[in-house]
């Protein structure tokens, strides 16, 4: 079983990339803040993580995801990054340079069919 771990507060972006990666072999949880970023990927070893950078303010984002590229039990989950900020101040690029890939809105659904299999196959 493949684990994507969705990490953001709204539930309508969690429902489309569900939809949108949706096979038998993968299940979907889903954490709210960051804190519950930090706590599910340890806890669940997500294949995937999608992050959605809107969920606090870039320095925060930037934090969560230097700290899971620290830990040896979440450092080598591909975390690819949605609504990714399109300025170029030092903490957008920040978040990409963390990141294996961004996406912003309006989403693209073969764009997103790409990620799952690349990362989920």
């Keep these: 079983m493949k684990n994507v771990l969705i990490v953001g ?3 309508e972006i969690a429902k489309l990339f569900e939809l949108l990666m949706q096979q038998r072999d993968r299940q979907f949880v889903s954490a709210r803040n960051l804190e519950q970023c930090l706590d599910l ?10 992050f959605d950078s809107e969920i606090a303010d870039a320095k925060a984002c930037c ?14 989950i591909p975390v690819f990054l949605i609504n990714a900020p ?8 920040a978040l990409k340079a963390l990141t294996e890939g961004a996406l912003t809105e309006p ?6 069919k790409k990620i799952a299999e690349k990362y989920l196959s």
């Design 9 to 11: 507060q709204g539930t």
């Design 41 to 50: 990927a340890a806890r669940t070893q997500p294949t995937l993580i999608i």
């Design 63 to 76: 934090e969560t995801l230097a700290a899971l590229k620290e830990k040896p039990m979440t450092n080598r």
């Design 86 to 93: 399109e300025r170029t101040n030092s903490e957008a690029n």
């Design 107 to 112: 989403f693209n659904p073969a764009e997103i």
